[in-house]
């Protein structure tokens, strides 16, 4: 079921293939046809895409959820999943919080020299929905955009064929606070938060993760909005050895699969024996899955047991490979973290499988996939603030800079470059 590799003929890092994703078949030009039609026609094409695609037919008045439903919602789920809420949004909002830029200036020697840090006023949060309902995402989009300062979030969730967001959405967007939610999903979405039509406001900035045609039309709308990132099909890597659980091991490669297609489920050892184990546990829970075919069609497709000749061998394959989640499950993991350069995120040790890190860990699960980890980051409260450089001079300081500029403005040809510096300084010391 898993492809196997064995790299251990080579000490170099094995070449780990990802499942070809959909390029060169992406809809691409479908995708901006809507995206230029929200644009154009406003409320009047986001109705009628939504009525093409989630079945729902909506009025304009009727695209933003009313402030007494989502607060309905809350009591309308299990009292078991606000309290997980809750505890994920205190979480969350303890990282974030310790992650968050400010504003300094500093003061010396006639200079002052900074940064203004200062948020967005408006963020959009994409909610998938279809297939599943996703409370999670509302809390890791909405809780570090909150931290950051964001005036006004906007949550946009698809509906289903009677026109409702999902209660759980709802219920996640009560206990973040969010009082902005609008029906409306896909392509469409994006394009509504970022242009704006007659009932959607714009935003500055969207997050959140989407199928294609989502991240299509979010790379379509970059000129206008920052966007967090192309987040593409899930992915994890597991480095083991036999002091790991194999039942353990094969759960997290079948709870990442859940996922759906194009994502990869690694595993990555030097013991065969333990990988075989592993294999054979794999099969055994498949059976016992309520969607135990779509879950082997996403491991045929993108999963892969390597084998490795040590450790060291392990570790510069996996940061190779860069994947989304990490897991580390060996006798001294912990001590090894410094040698992992390239991941989304890192579980250390057998009691820390990616789930936790989903749900409730304190980290954002919002991350970076396709081997963009040896680049980029997950989703943090900074994704959400400008930088703004401050610079300003008394006399002396710009006297004592002002030979630099000459030197830099004539060796760049930029002569009034260095006119500007030496037109003030002609002038008369006003102290003198």
């Known amino acids: 079921m898993l492809a196997l590799i064995d790299g251990r003929d080579s000490r170099a890092p094995v070449q780990i293939p990802r499942p070809e994703a959909v390029r060169g078949g ?37 695209l933003r959820v009313d402030e007494v439903t989502i607060g309905r919602a809350r009591k309308l789920v299990r009292p078991e999943l606000i309290a997980a809420l809750e505890v994920m949004k205190e979480r969350l909002t303890e990282t974030h919080e310790r992650q968050l830029r400010s504003t300094w200036l500093d003061r010396r020697d006639g200079e002052l020299i900074g940064e203004l840090i200062r948020p967005v006023r408006r963020a959009g949060i994409y909610v998938p929905g279809g297939r599943a309902a996703y409370p999670s995402s509302v809390m890791m989009g909405v809780v570090p955009a909150t931290v950051a300062g964001v005036e006004g979030i906007a949550v946009a969730s698809p509906p289903d064929p009677n026109g409702e967001v999902a209660e759980p959405v709802l219920a996640a967007c009560a206990v973040a606070g969010v009082t902005e939610v609008y029906r409306m999903g896909g392509a469409q979405a994006i394009a509504a938060l970022a242009s704006g039509t007659e009932s959607v406001r714009p935003v500055q900035k969207i997050v959140g993760p989407g199928n294609v045609y989502v991240t299509i039309a979010k790379r379509l709308v970059q000129n206008i909005v920052g966007i967090d990132s192309e987040a593409g099909p899930t992915e994890i890597a597991i480095i083991a050895d036999g002091s790991a659980d194999p039942g353990a091991v094969a759960a997290d490669i079948i709870a990442q699969a859940e996922h759906g297609p194009h994502g990869a489920h690694v595993l990555i050892t030097w013991e065969p024996e333990f990988a075989e184990v592993v294999l054979v546990r ?14 082997e069609n996403a491991l045929i497709e993108g999963g892969t047991a390597v084998l490795v000749r040590d450790l060291e061998q392990a570790i510069e394959t996996t940061n190779a490979f ?26 250390v040790g057998e009691w820390s499988p990616v789930p936790v890190g989903d749900y409730v860990a304190g980290t954002n699960h919002v991350l970076p996939s396709g081997g963009t980890a040896r680049w980029s980051s997950g989703l943090t409260s900074n994704d959400f603030v400008k930088s703004i450089y401050v610079s300003g001079l008394e006399r002396r300081a710009l006297e004592r800079l002002a030979p630099h500029i000459d030197a830099l403005a004539e060796a760049e040809g930029l002569p009034w470059h260095a006119r500007s510096v030496r037109a003030r300084l002609e002038l008369p010391d006003p102290l003198s």
């Not at 794999?282 to 879950?295: A, F, K, N, T, W």
């Open 26 to 62: 992406e809809p691409v030009e479908e995708v901006r046809a809507i995206v230029q039609d929200v644009q154009i026609r406003g409320d009047e094409a986001l109705l009628e895409y939504t009525r093409r695609f989630d079945r729902a037919r909506l009025r304009p008045e009727e």
């Open 282 to 295: 794999i099969e055994q829970q498949l059976s016992m899955h309520p969607r135990g075919e779509d879950v």
């Open 322 to 347: 860069a994947p989304e989640h990490l897991e580390l499950i060996f006798d001294g993991a912990f001590d090894l973290l410094d040698e992992i350069r390239n991941a989304g995120a890192v579980f």
